[in-house]
């Protein structure tokens, strides 16, 4: 295999551009800022807190939902999908079955925030299960992971 002289020459001078670039002083891209939160502001882009979206989900949000959704899956089956489509934001693809591309418990922390507040604020009336579907639908709707059109009864 034979290599011209002009793809010799130009495989040197990227060469050397590499080394010139490893070798130069400034490695950091944002010189200024001493923290990645810092950096996210920004970016916007929120810190992802894994040990505190793992103490939401697990502690705060599941422990919630089995103590208080009934054992009755006519009622809870539509409340839990509302909760997935808050926590991923994005539906099943066939509504009421098929994939959603997204695991809720991978969900980013303000999600989990979002989730905490529509159960703080159900749980001055916890056994109107009615009404945590009416707050999670129009939470969802709010944050457009739904269509404006879609009532409760598109989930049961």
Not at 16 to 25: D, F, G, L, W, Y
Not at 33 to 38: F, G
Not at 83 to 96: D, F, H, P, Q, Y
Not at 124 to 138: C, K, V
Request: hydrophobic letters at 35%; a negative charge.
């Amino acid at each position: 295999m034979e290599i011209s002289k002009q793809k010799l020459d130009d495989l040197i001078s990227a060469v050397e551009k590499i080394v010139e670039a490893n070798s130069s002083q400034e490695h950091n891209l944002f010189p200024t800022l001493k923290s990645p939160e810092n950096i996210s502001e920004i970016l916007e882009i929120p810190l992802q807190d894994p040990q505190k979206s793992y103490n939401l989900y697990y502690s705060n949000i599941q422990k919630f939902l089995g103590t208080f959704l009934p054992k009755d899956n006519e009622i809870s089956k539509p409340i839990r999908e509302l909760v997935c489509i808050l926590l991923t934001g994005k539906e099943k693809s066939n509504l009421t079955y098929g994939t959603r591309g997204a695991d809720s418990r991978m969900a980013r922390t303000n999600d989990m925030e979002n989730m905490i507040d529509v159960l703080s604020e159900w749980s001055s009336t916890p056994n109107e299960f009615f009404r945590l579907g009416i707050i999670l639908l129009e939470k969802n709707k709010k944050l457009g992971y739904i269509s404006e059109e879609r009532t409760l009864q598109d989930y049961i």
